[in-house]
C-alpha cells in the first residue's frame, strides 16, 4: 500500500521552528519527488517546497525561500521541511504528497493542479501565534 505519513505540526510562536516528517511506504523513494503543500482555513491549497523534482533538485515557493529546508534520508524513506523564522502566516495544515518529478514540481510552483496529485499524506497542523 503507497502510504505518506506526516509528523512534527505544533504550535510556536512567532520566529520559533519547527520540523516535519514524511516518511513514505509502498513504491520505490528513490524513483519519485516528495513535495510539501500547505492549506491555511479558507484557502487554497499552496505548493511549499519539493525535492528530487528535476535538475536543482529542489524547489521553494518564494514565500518560504530562505526560511524553509527541505531535505531527505533515502535510508530511512523520510523526507524533512526544516520550518525556522516561522510567521503567523505560516499557519496551515501541511500536506505532503509524491508524483513524477516533473509534475510534481509543476504543481508545486502552481502552474498545474494539486488535485491531480494521487498519493497524499493524511496533514499535520502547524499553528504560529504572533
Known amino acids: 500500500e503507497v502510504q505518506l505519513v506526516e509528523s512534527g505540526g505544533g504550535s510556536v510562536q512567532a520566529g520559533g521552528s519547527l520540523r516535519l516528517s514524511c516518511a513514505a511506504s509502498g513504491f520505490t523513494f528513490d524513483d519519485y519527488a516528495i513535495g510539501w503543500f500547505r492549506q491555511a482555513p479558507g484557502k487554497e491549497r499552496e505548493g511549499v517546497s519539493c525535492?528530487?523534482?528535476?535538475?536543482?533538485?529542489?524547489y521553494y515557493a518564494d514565500s518560504v525561500k530562505g526560511r524553509f529546508t527541505i531535505s531527505s534520508d533515502n535510508a530511512k524513506n523520510t523526507v524533512y521541511l526544516q520550518m525556522n523564522s516561522l510567521k503567523p502566516e505560516d499557519t496551515a495544515v501541511y500536506y505532503c504528497?509524491?508524483?513524477?518529478?516533473?509534475?510534481?514540481?509543476?504543481?508545486?510552483?502552481?502552474?498545474?493542479?494539486?488535485?491531480?496529485?494521487?498519493?497524499w499524506g493524511q496533514g499535520t497542523l502547524v499553528t504560529v501565534s504572533s
Open positions: 504528497a509524491a508524483d513524477t518529478a516533473g509534475f510534481l514540481l509543476a504543481v508545486v510552483a502552481g502552474f498545474d493542479e494539486h488535485r491531480y496529485l494521487e498519493v
Open positions: 525535492i528530487n523534482c528535476g535538475d536543482n533538485d529542489t
